[in-house]
């Protein structure tokens, strides 16, 4: 199974033989969970994302025309689901700072060193958080994805200009966030 | 899903440093937490029942939609088209029979007359035309009688006022 390309994967789905579509799903499910959950922010709901995409992909494999690669094509509902997912929560009551430091911390640590690093991290993801959607999309498939403009534009259906200076721009407000994070924390601290 | 178009230009080192920036500020965060291994494996499991789930009521949706509710919408449809364009013209019967009468050649018409009053019915045409249809100006019999009938044989029967009224008609005319 290994040695099939996605198209002749989705081709055998077509067909009627359901596990290649678990195959795929092998494939491709930590990439689409991960981009789930930077764009959404948590576990359970970039889990719910990451079940929905395939649920969404699988029932509309028909669709799928093959211009475009699988996981191109698959990365663009996900991205979708999860923008919608941002949409339907209020964000700001969501993404609590202790939240997401609980859910960071990892268990079998020293939990100093754990919270020191994962303050870092949720500083980072906060920042994320507080992107308008379209630049936490773009950030997401470039900076965690690393991802090319041309592959982002297919995901999303824009141009590569307009791409480029999203990401410009979500990285610029990120830089400021953390900068802001870090002053804040040094007045604390006097 | 509409992205606003921002096309100004970003020079490709600034966007570099900033970028190499914060992957330096992630980087120090350590690596993400690990998802557990297993979590994968269930993901899947849990992926194919819900597709199960789905796919089962989809299914009957689908080949519902497919063999019978689009055909039928698309013969209703059809038909209904069809009604509309190729539909038989109902006229009213006496209106076709008078259409039939009008397109027939005059001697037809005083043919079937005559060899209804030879049988002794009423001549159809008035049933049909009204009491008028057979209500002809003096000209239009003259006419019709000095071009069907023989001039010879009408000589013969008329006396001879009526010789002299052909005569005075003629040179009238």
Known sequence: MESHSDLELVQQVRNGKRQAFTELMRRYQERIYWIARRIVGSHEEADDVAQEAFIKAYLNLGDFRGESGFYTWLYRIAVNLSLNAVRKRQVVNYLRESDIINRLLPQSEDPVAAFERAEVHTRLELAVAKLPEKQRAVFVLRFYEGMTYEEIAQVLKTSVGGLKANFFHAMKKIQEMMKDEVASGAGEDT | ?173
């Not at chain 2, 291994?37 to 199960?52: A, C, E, F, M, S």
């Not at chain 2, 060899?115 to 008035?126: H, Q, S, T």
């Not at chain 2, 008028?132 to 069907?148: L, T």
């Open chain 2, 1 to 173: 899903m509409k992205w606003r178009q921002e096309q100004e230009k970003i020079p490709e080192s600034v966007e570099r440093e900033l970028e190499s920036e914060l992957r330096a500020l992630d980087a120090g965060s350590g690596p993400v937490p690990p998802v557990p291994g297993p979590y994968w494996q269930n993901l899947i499991v849990r992926t194919n029942k819900r597709i199960d789930a789905v796919s089962s009521g989809r299914g009957i949706t689908i080949s519902w939609a497919a063999r019978v509710a689009i055909p039928g919408v698309v013969a209703v449809i059809s038909f209904l088209i069809g009604l509309h364009y190729y539909a038989p013209e109902t006229g009213s019967p006496t209106d076709s029979v008078l259409t039939i009468i009008a397109a027939l050649p005059d001697q037809a018409v005083d043919s079937l007359l005559a060899d209804r009053v030879l049988l002794g019915g009423e001549p159809p045409a008035k049933e049909l035309l009204g009491e008028k249809a057979f209500e002809v100006s003096k000209e239009q019999f003259s006419e019709y009688f000095i071009a069907q009938g023989s001039s010879q044989k009408l000589l013969e029967s008329l006396d001879e006022k009526g010789v002299s009224q052909v005569m005075a008609y003629l040179a009238v005319r």
